[in-house]
């Protein structure tokens, strides 16, 4: 079972933002130190998501466990922005995800170097030394793998959460082959 643990999404304003206006009316949600990094952090609770927003409109939430609470997130902050009269009206016609963050687990241990001959050396990158996944780019996918010898797995860069379900199905059966 292929479980979501971060949502990352993205949007636009579509103006330029006074960030430093805007971080001392949003103060007790916003953090904006342009000495550490040009973006405006703002978290509407403790361990909450976090959305990101820059100078340009832009603005990214990161830390979501599902795409409703991307979308239920992004209505917030911008009707917030709408109360405070920082947009006109609590739109983003440019909002959608970008990359689901997925953990699951084959149940049984991997010996991670005859799955990287196996699964073919130009879609894998493996050197335990530097790091003790292998890292697996399956042809045709939006994703990337990232496998453990305890059989632990992560997959990453996929747009929906039924690419991720796919990935993990076609590498279920792909290592129970080789294996």
């Known amino acids: 079972m292929v479980e979501v643990v971060n949502v990352v999404a993205s949007g636009s304003l579509g103006i330029d933002l006074d960030l430093e206006a805007v971080a001392k009316e949003a103060r007790d949600i916003a953090n904006f130190n342009p000495n550490k990094y040009p973006g405006m952090y703002l978290r509407f609770e403790e361990d909450a998501p976090l959305i990101t927003v820059y100078r340009t409109g832009k603005f990214i939430i990161t830390g979501s466990d ?69 890292i697996y780019r399956p042809e045709g996918a939006d994703g990337v793998v990232l496998l453990f010898a305890t059989g632990k797995v992560i997959i990453t860069g996929c747009q929906t959460l039924e690419a991720a379900e796919d990935i993990f199905a076609d590498l279920t059966e792909t290592v129970s082959e080789l294996l």
């Open 66 to 134: 599902s795409e409703e609470e991307s979308y239920s997130l992004r209505e917030r902050f911008l009707n917030l922005f709408s109360d405070m009269d920082v947009i006109e009206e609590p739109e983003d016609e440019w909002f959608s995800i970008q990359n689901y963050v997925c953990t699951a687990e084959l149940r049984q241990n991997l010996n991670l170097t005859a799955l990287s001959i196996g699964l073919g050396l130009e879609k894998i990158e493996y050197e335990p030394e530097q790091f003790p996944g292998l």
